[in-house]
């Protein structure tokens, strides 16, 4: 374990009603870094992102900077700066993409400082300002996207929950997107969790990965590591060495 972990998950175990889908998942992430989350479909990686941002039932502990986060509820884990962009988006279509983006300032207060993030937002999705009168059902896919991030960092969080940014999204928008996520982690610290099928995109722009299979980590180690490990180029970047 990294000695100064920010994201520290231990023996966490989550899923649904009866369903466990997590098994004494263990991993910590250090502050200011990116973790990507890659493994087979089925195998726990939204659930897992649901587990940290309080939506599915756990057991074990989660802990934020030393804070314990588990079986908080989702607004507290909100409050406590966890921002969590789910698989298919989760933005409200009918309304516009101003709107959205103000919702997602529900964990602040202070006008100024809600204004002061919209130009923040519009800095790394220029695209978004041309668009903030139109609902967000009308945008395009990359541009759901972007609007789903930049409504996540409205609430200056400390740590960012990605869910398949990938999704849908032709490869060119996928890494503009990347290349956006990076500068967001590098010139903000954020701390990024990335849970991707395109792990070529996510491996290269995270420090550590882990592979989950059966709601269990099989594998962690450097992206380095990760991308050189014979196995999983096989099993999941889908290519032999
Ligand atoms: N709401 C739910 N109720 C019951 N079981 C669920 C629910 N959501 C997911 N599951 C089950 O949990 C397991 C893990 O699903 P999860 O969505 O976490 O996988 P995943 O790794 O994100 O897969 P994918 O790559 O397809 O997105 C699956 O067996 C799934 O059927
Ligand atoms: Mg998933």
Known sequence: MSTDSFLTISDLSAGYGDARVLHGVNLSVGRGEIC????????????????????????????????????RSPDAIARRGVAHVPEGRGTFMPLTVEE?????????????????DLDRIHGYFPVLKTR????????????????????ALMSRPRLLLL??????????????????????????????????????????????????ESGRIVLSGSADEIRADEQVAQSYLGYRV
């Open 36 to 71: 990507a989350i890659l493994g087979p479909n089925g195998a726990g990686k939204t659930t897992l992102l649901r587990a940290l941002s309080g939506a599915v039932w756990t057991r074990g502990s989660v802990r934020l900077d030393g804070a314990g986060l588990a079986r």
């Open 132 to 151: 903030l009168r139109q609902v967000a059902g009308s945008l395009s896919g990359g541009e759901q996207q972007m609007l789903a991030i930049g409504r």
């Open 163 to 212: 869910d398949e940014p990938s999704l849908g999204l032709a490869p060119l928008v996928t890494r503009e997107l990347f290349r956006i996520v990076r500068t967001i982690n590098e010139q903000e610290r954020t701390t990024v969790v990335v849970v991707e099928q395109n792990a070529h995109l996510a491996l290269d722009i995270a420090q550590q990965a882990h592979v989950l």
């Open 100 to 116: 959205n983006l103000r919702l997602g300032a529900f964990t602040r207060r202070g006008r100024g400082e809600v204004e002061a």
